[in-house]
């Protein structure tokens, strides 16, 4: 009976995850047609010529808030940067979820404090099963713009805790530096100093790859990273996930799920595939020369 119901439990995370497009959106203010329907479309497109943006007027404190109708458990959201220009305008801003509309839903709980989001990426922050009706993103302090592309939000839709298949897999790598086994980036610890003997690293290879072998084919709805902290964290920097059946050019071939533009020095990132299906989840730097190191690679069923 578990084994059944967790069949039915995955075909649910399957078809789900996204209640923002549910929901009831208000914002601070309104400049020409930006619109806050416009972060839930689900059209991820981020030039404000595309019409999918969101954009309120050069207000102190602008917030954008979503109402989900009724109480969730959050379990991570995903913010979709403007590319076309102004991406600097998020650094600074806040996820907070809770019931209360208090000072416009801005006094909840903090998510996540966004540091960062790269011109037109999508980056996902984890919340952790946060309680809340209300999703809200505010520039706090500040008289700024707050343009938002795509907001979209996880909820817990199974009874079982999702797993990580990683850690089921084989590994392999383009090379050996030192005691960096592949299998370190698959040993369950975010330890991100080369010193706590958790992280991978390869030599000053060209085109240097990791490889992780699910052993049958899965459907990946995200893979996280967790880079090296105390040193090389930009090394990182143009690596790209890529996912298939095909051993081809070490696996290298395969489609590419995302690139990855940087990684903060010991942070953890998720990156969303979608549910691309395949057997072989590489990471490679490609077409340069560069060392690769990978301190924890996770991927949820």
């Not at 809200?136 to 797993?163: F, G, M, S």
């Not at 996912?243 to 395969?254: A, E, F, P, T, V």
């Amino acid at each position: 009976h578990k084994i059944a119901l967790r069949r039915v439990m995955n075909i649910l995370l399957d078809f789900s995850t996204n209640i923002a497009k549910g929901g009831k959106v208000d914002q601070s203010s309104l400049y020409g047609k930006g619109v806050p329907e416009r972060a839930i479309d689900g059209n991820r497109a981020s030039k404000w010529g595309d019409d999918s943006c969101t954009h309120t007027h050069n207000d102190f404190s602008p917030w954008w808030r979503l109402d989900l109708q009724k109480q969730y458990k959050i379990t991570s959201v995903t913010i979709t940067n403007r590319r076309d220009c102004c991406h600097d305008r998020i650094n600074g801003a806040e996820i907070h979820i809770g019931d209360s509309l208090n000072d416009n839903g801005n006094s909840n709980p903090i998510c996540a404090k966004i540091s960062s989001i790269a011109a037109g990426a999508s980056k996902t922050f984890q919340c952790n099963g946060m309680e809340g009706r209300y999703v809200t993103i505010v520039i706090p302090n500040k008289k700024q713009y707050l343009t938002l592309c795509e907001v979209e939000v996880t909820d817990y839709v199974y009874l079982y805790p999702a797993t990580n298949i990683a850690k089921g897999g084989k590994v392999d790598q383009s090379s050996l530096y030192g005691k960096g086994v592949p299998g370190r980036a698959i040993d369950g610890n975010r330890a991100s100093k080369w010193g706590d003997d958790s992280c991978t690293h390869t030599h000053n290879d060209f085109s240097p790859w990791w490889r992780l072998d699910l052993q049958k084919q899965y459907k990946i709805t995200s893979v996280t990273i967790t880079n090296r902290r105390d040193c090389c964290h930009d090394r990182i920097n143009g690596a790209e996930i890529r996912i298939g059946d095909s051993l081809n050019d070490n696996g290298n071939s395969n489609p590419r799920c995302t690139v990855i533009s940087t990684i903060a020095a010991g942070a953890s990132k998720t990156f969303q595939c979608n549910g691309m299906e395949g057997r072989y989840v590489n990471i490679v730097i490609p077409n340069k020369k560069q060392y690769l190191t990978l301190c924890e690679v996770e991927s949820p069923l």
